[in-house]
């Protein structure tokens, strides 16, 4: 058997149940928004977890279109809603839709069915990760976040912790 560096580069070894959790997740049928917190020390596979979901079959059938987008310390609510758009919006140029208002990028956003992976880049992640998933949602929806959908981040509840399978 011989496999390709980007397969042995991705393959989670011992994540299997999370893997099935987090698509278990995405794939639900519900009409809200629905925001998964993976938590955990570097090198635990929090990266590899989503991007191994985003790339299953079964998770590309089940969403319009899906977009990966990384989010420094230093992050623009507008900018990544660019950036998710340019990913998922095939009718539009970037020119056009950075001539939108913040407002209009998320009600775009919001109105497609999309898997959104949104990789922290920067140390204290944890800690300013709700800040980042609360400013984001407000940015598309205009309304403040349901506690329980990223209560998870801080005090674990509700998050997938690679560390602790």
């Known amino acids: ?7 042995r ?16 997740k995405l794939t639900r049928q519900q ?8 938590v955990g020390m570097g090198g635990i596979g929090k990266t590899t977890l989503p991007r191994n979901a985003y790339a299953k079959p079964l998770i590309m059938h089940q ?12 992050y623009n609510v507008q900018e990544i809603l660019l ?9 539009e140029s ?20 999309c898997f959104y992976f949104l990789q922290n880049r920067h140390r204290h992640a944890k800690s300013s990760h709700r800040h980042h998933l609360n400013r984001l949602h407000h940015g598309c929806c205009h ?4 506690h329980e959908s990223i209560g ?8 997938v912790d690679p560390q602790n399978k």
């Open 1 to 7: 058997l011989s496999s390709s560096p980007s397969t």
């Open 9 to 24: 580069q991705n393959a989670l070894v011992g994540f299997d149940e999370l893997l099935i959790e987090v698509m278990d």
């Open 31 to 38: 009409s809200n928004l629905c925001i998964i917190a993976i």
């Open 63 to 74: 969403f319009d279109s899906r977009a990966r987008v990384t989010v420094s310390q230093n």
């Open 83 to 91: 950036e998710i758009l340019f990913c998922i919006s095939k009718d």
């Open 94 to 113: 970037l020119e056009s839709l950075s001539m939108r208002s913040e407002g209009e990028l998320g009600e775009r956003v919001h109105k497609t069915l």
């Open 143 to 146: 309304n403040p976040l349901p």
């Open 152 to 159: 998870g981040t801080i005090e674990g509840r509700g998050a």
